[in-house]
């Protein structure tokens, strides 16, 4: 049973920075890509930053590029997002995924379904003005 748990979410004001963290355990080794999703209140989930199974390739959706770095420490069965600059539109729920295809693209990962791959439970991140 595949599990992904997120944490380091909190309340920061904004300029401020964050870094969530997300524990993979049941997986049949490293060669996934994994990412991290955000869904704010009334809006639509939406693919943050992904990465490959090695790291080598990242993707970052247009309003983090610059912001945001996600990175992944394979011996740990972990992924990381470290959140620089957060603005209060970076608000939402925050959830690590992992997509079941072995060495595949990280810029593919918006097309995540329950069928191909798995999400965490999500942790809260708040941005005040």
């Known amino acids: 049973q595949v599990q992904l748990v997120e944490s380091g979410g909190g309340l920061v004001q904004a300029g401020g920075s964050l870094r969530v963290s997300c524990a993979a355990s049941?997986?049949?080794?490293?060669?996934?890509?994994m990412g991290w999703f955000r869904q704010a209140p009334g809006k639509e989930r939406e693919l943050v930053a992904s990465?490959?199974?090695?790291?080598?390739?990242?993707y970052y959706a247009d309003s983090v590029k610059g912001r945001f770095t996600i990175s992944r420490d394979n011996a740990k069965n972990t992924v990381y997002l470290q959140m620089n600059s957060l603005k209060p539109e970076d608000t939402a729920v925050y959830y690590c995924?992992?997509?079941?295809?072995?060495?595949?693209?990280?810029?593919?990962?918006?097309?995540?379904?329950?069928?191909?791959?798995?999400w965490g439970q999500g942790t809260q991140v708040t941005v005040s003005s």
């Open positions: 990465i490959s199974w090695r790291g080598g390739s990242t």
């Open positions: 995924a992992v997509q079941m295809e072995t060495f595949g693209r990280p810029e593919l990962m918006h097309r995540l379904t329950p069928t191909t791959g798995y």
């Open positions: 049941g997986l049949t080794g490293s060669s996934y890509p």
